[in-house]
């Protein structure tokens, strides 16, 4: 098995150690990495998800904060990969791996959700809708930019 580690800005990939079969660099690009990648170990930030996913790739989700914790529960609860604790022990981490790697299941549901995901990327429905939702609050508001407040009363 080869692993493949990407640090990002926050580490100097030449201050960790890896065994001969691990790679650490500060970024790579996901499309040349996912190409290659039987299993995605990951904080669940969207990107990611979504690139791997697109990718037709399992993933382990270790969510940290943000929207993680959510984009992990989407992925698991389409079968498409596995959430723990980012807390998680060596062990548990790697049972998790093990499981993504035999278990033909969790590649095909990603296989299935990176079909829909391509889909709509590729036909910019989104993005059009997007656009369309954004210039229509522009309108509403006049030239007041709005960010999707929502007053604290319709919170109640």
């Known amino acids: 098995m080869r692993g493949y580690v990407t640090t990002g800005p926050a580490i100097d990939p030449a201050a960790l150690t890896a065994p ?11 499309s040349h990495v996912l190409a290659h990648a039987n299993a995605v170990i990951t904080h669940a930030g969207h990107g990611t998800v979504v690139r791997a996913l697109a990718a037709g790739v399992p993933i382990l989700a270790l969510p940290h904060g943000r929207d993680q914790a959510d984009n992990a529960v989407r992925v698991s609860t389409r079968g ?53 939702a954004g210039s229509a609050r522009t309108e509403a508001v006049g030239t007041t930019r709005c960010m999707g407040a929502v007053p604290a009363a319709r919170l109640g």
């Open 20 to 30: 001969g079969n691990v790679e650490i660099v500060a970024t790579a690009p996901h």
């Open 80 to 132: 498409a990969g596995i959430t723990l604790s980012r807390k998680a022990s060596p062990r548990k981490i790697a049972t998790a791996t093990q499981r993504l790697l035999t278990n033909v299941g969790y590649r095909e549901a990603a296989a299935r959700l990176g079909v829909t995901i391509r889909r709509d990327a590729q036909a910019g429905d989104l993005i059009a809708e997007l656009e369309e």
